[in-house]
């Protein structure tokens, strides 16, 4: 199926396309794997791709003199997950000055409130659980995240519509390796987003909408590029998603959560009143295990040769996410889940990246990363501790096939009561 190509593996196939959909998270590993190599060609939709996978290749990918971001998200990932030339798709300075703005919102004291704010809907969320046959977590965790992100944001959102505004976020991560239904319905849920948030933004600058100064709906509103002008309300409004999506998608870390404790029973005593420590563990095993993001592009800035391999200006390239958390040379026994194996790590930047590597501040690992954790951390302190529930019989399993992955049955709860 391969051909030599220089000091790399050349894919034959006229396009890998309908490969990469129907092997999902394994189509960088498979090849990497199958041809002892941590880099290859193929062809994606018309164009020939590079596809790395390993921590000295993340490092590589990381560098800002030789990748861009710029053209590298296609327009049907823009038009559904990020929203068109956001800040996934900025490089050099307008990227730098526009990351500040999201790290602005990642303070201790910040990151406490949206702290405090999930805890009480968690305990609002388990009142309202109890009496009821069964719950499916999933759901219920999407929407329960939705109101954390809006009240946390200063976003108004109405008790009536937050189900639909959970659907829409979700909506919008799901379209991420679709086509046909879930692709159409991510651009939907899209519009309907932009178009509400965008409002919200009008509201606040028209003074109609009182805002704290400290939350991401202010910020967003009232913030200059590196020229100094405002950005437009829509712009605006795209931004704004970008804080709210990415905390609504914490759900499918923290459905796979339980999934872990149900797969792996020895630790649901472990964690139980478990210190902080070990809640750190378990929840960097969960983002490290289980699968969210595949893998990530960027195109080559300008020419370069690494490893002997040369890089041409343009190209296309994959960054291996799955494959990478999951490295043999980075994590001993890489398939066992093992949140013990988190004792010893130091904490490198191109070795665990579920949410993306290297500097938080100048390159593209996403600035919610701390924000996952803490809310992970939160909610499955709440999960483990403060109710009680069983898992009836149900299907668990997860397919690495589908983008984004997630547990069949949502994972259904019943006999629900408080701890």
Not at 95 to 115: I, Q, W
Request: with cysteine; charged share 25%; glycine share 6%.
């Amino acid at each position: 199926m391969f051909q030599s190509f220089g000091d790399i593996p050349k894919e034959k196939s006229i396009d890998n396309s309908i490969a990469l959909l129907k092997e999902g998270y394994r189509f960088i590993p498979n090849r990497c794997r199958q041809y002892g190599t941590d880099i290859f060609q193929t062809r994606l939709l018309g164009e020939k791709v590079l596809c790395m996978s390993g921590e000295k290749a993340a490092e590589i990918f990381y560098d800002k003199e030789k990748f861009h971001r710029k053209g590298a998200a296609p327009k049907r990932i823009q038009k559904t997950l990020f929203g068109e030339n956001a800040i996934q798709s900025m490089d050099g300075n307008s990227h730098e000055h526009r990351k500040l703005l999201f790290m602005s919102l990642m303070t201790p004291d910040k990151l406490e409130r949206l702290s405090q704010i999930t805890n009480v809907l968690w305990r609002e969320k388990t009142r309202d659980w109890q009496g009821a046959d069964k719950v499916v977590l999933f759901e219920e965790t999407k929407q329960l995240l939705c109101k954390a992100a809006c009240k946390w944001a200063g976003v108004p959102l109405q008790e009536e519509e937050v189900k639909q505004r959970a659907d829409d976020f979700w909506k919008m991560v799901d379209a991420f390796g679709a086509v046909g239904p879930r692709h159409w319905q991510g651009r939907s849920a899209r519009k309907r987003g932009e178009k509400w948030i965008q409002s919200v933004i009008e509201q606040i600058r028209a003074g109609k909408l009182d805002v704290n100064e400290g939350t991401a709906a202010y910020a967003m509103a009232f913030h200059r590029d590196i020229a100094g002008k405002q950005m437009d309300s829509h712009m605006a409004a795209v931004e704004l998603i970008n804080v709210l999506r990415p905390i609504v998608a914490i759900t499918d870390y923290i459905a796979f959560s339980v999934v872990a404790l149900t797969d792996h029973p020895e630790y649901q005593e472990k964690i139980k009143n478990a210190d902080d420590e070990f809640y750190q563990w378990f929840v960097q095993e969960v983002r490290r295990y289980y699968p969210f993001g595949p893998f990530l592009g960027a195109r080559v800035r300008r020419s370069f040769i690494w490893n002997e391999v040369k890089f041409h200006e343009g190209t296309l390239v994959l960054m291996d996410v799955y494959g990478t958390n999951h490295d043999s040379r980075l994590w001993e026994n890489p398939e066992k889940f093992h949140p013990e194996r988190f004792k010893e790590w130091t904490g490198g930047m191109f070795d665990l990246i579920p949410q993306g590597g290297g500097d938080y501040y100048k390159n593209h690992r996403c600035p919610g990363e701390w924000i996952t954790i803490q809310v992970m951390k939160d909610s499955l302190g709440f999960l483990v501790n403060k109710v009680n529930f069983e898992l009836p019989e149900q299907d668990l399993n997860y397919s690495l096939v589908r983008m984004p992955s997630l547990p069949q049955s949502g994972v259904i709860l019943t006999n629900i009561s408080s701890a």
